[in-house]
């Protein structure tokens, strides 16, 4: 069975870009919400601070999406490459 790459690298680039905007925003109503995740996640997306502002959670959140894409297409590349076996 094949993973289809272009909808993995749709679906778990929106799903961790999603899911960095709900953190984001969440950070944004209860300061300490996240905040340790959000300062690790700071220190692999440059440009990125982490902090309780509308413009870093946008930022974040794009990061995500782009950062899971590459993830997923490159998931689900190497697991149809790894399901199909040696080439004859």
Known sequence: MRINVKAATMTIGLLWGLAMLVIGLANLAWPSYGAAFLH????????????????????????GLVDGAFGGAAMSWLYNRLAAGPSA
């Open 40 to 63: 690790l996640i700071a220190s692999l997306y440059p440009g990125y601070e982490g902090t309780a502002d509308i413009g870093q959670v946008l930022v974040g959140a794009i990061y």
